[in-house]
């Protein structure tokens, strides 16, 4: 019989698992084609706009070609952050 009682690993010590790359892709001002995503995320941190879809897994994507803008709503919405692609204006 042992002496002594084992030792367990407590909780996810020795066990290293790679991040799973979420956060902003685009940032404001950079040029988007329809397609692109622009946020990974889990949970609405945030808010789908101006053409930008959010997907199943809660990954924002732009369904135009135009420039990412990112907006803090103000009032009664206060808090929501809401990314926007505006359409760009090519002749």
Known sequence: MAHTK????SGRQGVN????????KVFG???VVSGNILVRQVGNKYHP????EQGRDFTLFATADGV????NMTGYKRGKK?????KSETK
């Not at 084992?6 to 690993?9: A, H, I, S």
């Open 82 to 86: 809401i990314v926007d692609v505006v």
């Open 68 to 71: 990412v803008k990112y907006r």
């Open 29 to 31: 001002g950079e040029n």
């Open 6 to 9: 084992g030792q367990k690993l």
């Open 17 to 24: 698992v790679p991040g799973k790359r979420r956060g902003i």
């Open 49 to 52: 706009g101006d053409n930008v």
